[in-house]
């Protein structure tokens, strides 16, 4: 496996449901991020984990719960979703800190809620 | 608050030739890093050309170039010699030296590249 990796592809899930979206970065970097991507938005940053510490979270609803156990691996646990999480969930890393390191991405969780 | 404006929804151009996506960008920081990145149908977001708000010089990546003026605040992407498989969404980010890793993004430009 190479750059960054994202599974599962596709996710359908109700929303009493509980699920997780799994990330993985081959490429030795100490930062990761989740974003969300809604139809006709732009990308909206959710979460930043920087040497496994969560250093950001942008208002992000407690019914998504970040996880990162080391600095390869990050997930995000999904529990009692609304139709509106319907989105592309996109998992990126980078190496910090340098300023101007550009973020690598995975290709992506389709996510659809029921 | 730093915000990208790309306000081209969709551009069409024929194959072989040359296009510009704009871009505009807001930013109090004096020191700030552009992107431009590809989003294929597939979904993955592919990193094409950065440019360093210092730098003096247009940052070029083999038919991608990017048109920096600073005065402006904008950084249009020019692809050149377009091919069918450049027909994806096209993303303009902005990172500042204080935003603390974050990466704010535009809305994105449609291209459609026509045989």
């Known amino acids: 496996e190479t750059g960054v990796t994202q599974t599962p592809r596709h996710l359908v899930m109700g929303m009493t449901n509980k699920k997780s979206l799994k990330c993985e970065q081959h490429?030795?970097?100490?930062?990761m991020y989740w974003y969300k991507q809604s139809a006709k938005k732009p990308l909206e940053l959710m979460f930043v984990?920087?040497?496994?510490?969560?250093?950001e979270n942008n208002s992000v609803p407690s019914r998504f719960s970040p996880e990162c156990p080391n600095s390869s691996h990050l997930f995000l646990h999904l529990h009692t979703l609304q139709p509106e999480d319907s989105a592309l969930y996109l998992c990126?890393?980078?190496?910090?800190?340098?300023?101007?390191?550009?973020?690598?991405f995975g290709p992506g969780t389709r996510l659809t809620v029921l | 608050a730093q915000k990208i404006t790309q306000t081209q929804p969709g551009m069409f151009v024929q194959e072989k030739e040359a296009v510009t996506l704009d871009c505009t960008y807001d930013?109090?920081?004096?020191?700030?890093?552009l992107f431009w990145y590809k989003q294929p149908s597939s979904g993955e977001m592919i990193f094409l050309i950065y440019?360093?708000?210092?730098?003096?010089q247009n940052a070029t990546e083999g038919r991608y170039s990017l048109n920096f003026q600073k005065a402006r605040k904008s950084a249009n992407l020019v692809i050149s010699a377009s091919q069918l498989g450049d027909s994806a969404m096209y993303f303009c980010?902005?990172?500042?030296?204080?935003?603390?890793?974050?990466?704010?993004f535009g809305k994105g430009t449609l291209l459609t590249v026509n045989p």
């Open positions: 984990y920087n040497f496994k510490e969560q250093t």
């Open positions: 990126a890393s980078s190496q910090e800190p340098r300023p101007y390191n550009e973020q690598f």
């Open positions: 930013t109090s920081d004096q020191s700030y890093g």
């Open positions: 440019q360093g708000s210092y730098d003096e």
């Open positions: 490429l030795g970097h100490n930062a």
């Open positions: 980010a902005m990172r500042p030296l204080s935003s603390n890793y974050k990466l704010t």
